[in-house]
C-alpha cells in the first residue's frame, strides 16, 4: 500500500488510535515518543498523541497497526428462531442471492454444503467505507465466511468467521431483508448478564470452553470496563483495567480451585470501583501433544456480543522443552473457535436461563 501523503486531522488521529488500535500499542508508541502517562483513558491518550507532529514513518506504523488490529479471526454467532416450523434460511438467502437482493458495494457468494454435514458455508465481501478518519483508512473491502445449519424445525444457527466486529450485523441486516416479523434473533450480549453473572460467565469458560482435549492452565490476560453493563447506543467509556501478573495469579487459582471468583480479592475491589469483566484470554495444553492455544473472549461492539479468537498458538520442540511460535490450519482454528463459542452459549443459556436460545 501506498504510504500517507496527506497529513492527518487531529480527528482523524484520535479516531483511529482510539477506535481501531489496542492499548497496548498506544502505550508502547506513546513512550517511545516520550508520553509516560498510564492513569487515563484510551480516549485521553489518543488526543495526547495527536498532539504530537509524526512524521510519514510514525504515520505508517498507525496504520499498519490499525489493519494488523481488524485481520484477527474473530468467530461469532446468532440464532434465528421462528414460529414458522418450516422457515428455511438456506432458501431465504438463496432467494437474496438469485434476485441481487444484496446492499450497494456487497457480492455474495452461492452457498455450499460442508462435506458430512448439513452445514451450509457462504461469503460476503463488502466496502467498509470510514468517512471522517484517516486517508488511508477511508476505503476498504471486507470480506468473511458464514456457516448455517438447521437446529431444528424453525431454529437456524449462524456461525460468522470474519476480521470484524461488524461483519455479524452486515450479515444480519442482509437478512432482515427477507425475514419475517415472527423471527426472532438471539445473541450471547454482554447486556443480558448482570456483574456477577458476567464474572460467572467468563469464570466458567475456563473450565467448559474447550473440549476435554485441553486442560485450562491460567489467565492470560483480563479486561476490565468502567460502567454498567447496559449498553449506550451513542456513547461508551474507554476506561479499561487490566489485572497484573500478581492478579492474574490469584485469578488462575481461585478457577483451578473451584472458588466463587467473585470473591477473589481483585475482582472484587474492581467490582467495587464500578468495572465489568469485558474479555479474558485463557491458555489451554492439550492432552496428548505438544501444543498450547491462548482462546480471547470477548464482548465487542454494538450491542456488546461475543466472539472468540485465537491469540496465540504454541508447540513445543526441543531436547530441553522450548515452547514456538506456530501457524494453526485455518480448518483447525475456525473449529477450534466453532467449539469453544458453542460452549460458551451452553455456559450462558445456563446463567441467563433463556430457553429460547437453547437449541438442545
Given amino acids: 500500500m501506498a504510504k500517507v501523503n496527506i497529513y492527518p486531522t487531529k480527528y482523524e488521529l484520535v479516531e483511529v488510535l482510539s477506535s481501531i488500535t489496542n492499548r497496548g500499542f498506544l502505550n508502547a508508541f506513546a513512550q517511545e515518543r516520550g508520553i509516560f502517562i498510564t492513569n487515563i483513558d484510551t480516549l485521553a491518550l489518543a488526543n495526547e498523541i495527536s498532539n504530537l507532529f509524526l512524521d510519514n514513518d510514525d504515520l505508517e506504523v498507525i496504520r499498519k497497526e490499525a489493519y494488523s488490529s481488524t485481520s484477527s479471526h474473530a468467530l461469532s454467532g446468532f440464532v434465528l428462531k421462528s414460529k414458522d416450523k418450516g422457515f428455511n434460511l438456506q432458501n431465504s438467502y438463496q432467494y437474496l442471492f438469485d434476485e441481487g437482493k444484496q446492499k450497494m458495494g456487497q457480492t455474495l457468494t452461492q452457498l455450499t454444503k460442508v462435506k458430512g454435514t448439513n452445514i451450509y458455508k457462504g461469503s460476503i465481501e463488502y466496502n467498509k467505507t470510514r468517512a471522517g478518519r484517516m486517508e488511508f483508512l477511508q476505503d476498504e473491502v471486507s470480506s468473511f465466511d458464514f456457516y448455517m445449519e438447521e437446529k431444528e424445525p424453525g ?36 447486556s443480558l448478564l448482570g456483574t456477577d453473572s458476567s464474572i460467572l460467565y467468563f469464570d466458567r469458560l475456563a473450565t467448559s470452553g474447550m473440549s ?30 487490566v489485572a497484573n ?25 474492581s467490582v467495587e470501583s464500578g468495572y465489568r469483566f469485558n474479555a479474558m484470554t485463557y491458555e489451554f495444553q492439550h492432552v496428548s501433544e505438544p501444543y498450547f492455544i491462548q482462546i480471547k473472549a470477548e464482548f465487542k461492539g454494538r450491542p456488546k456480543v461475543f466472539e472468540v479468537t485465537i491469540a496465540d498458538y504454541e508447540e513445543v520442540i526441543g531436547e530441553t522443552p522450548t515452547r514456538q511460535k506456530v501457524s494453526i490450519p485455518e480448518v483447525h482454528s475456525r473449529n477450534i473457535r466453532s467449539l469453544f463459542w458453542n460452549n460458551s452459549k451452553v455456559v450462558f443459556n445456563d446463567i441467563v436461563k433463556r430457553g429460547s436460545l437453547s437449541l438442545s
Fill in 155 to 190: 431454529v437456524w444457527q449462524v456461525e460468522v468467521d470474519g476480521n470484524r466486529s461488524t461483519d455479524s450485523k452486515e450479515l444480519k441486516d442482509l437478512f432482515n431483508e427477507v425475514l419475517a416479523s415472527n423471527v426472532e434473533v438471539l445473541n450471547i450480549e454482554q
Fill in 212 to 241: 476435554e482435549q485441553w486442560n485450562f492452565k491460567t489467565v492470560r490476560h483480563l479486561t476490565l470496563k468502567e460502567g454498567t453493563i447496559v449498553e449506550s447506543s451513542t456513547s461508551e467509556t474507554n476506561t479499561q483495567e
Fill in 245 to 269: 501478573t500478581n492478579d492474574l495469579i490469584g485469578i488462575t487459582q481461585a478457577i483451578l480451585q473451584g472458588q466463587n471468583l467473585r470473591e477473589n480479592s481483585f475482582v472484587k475491589q
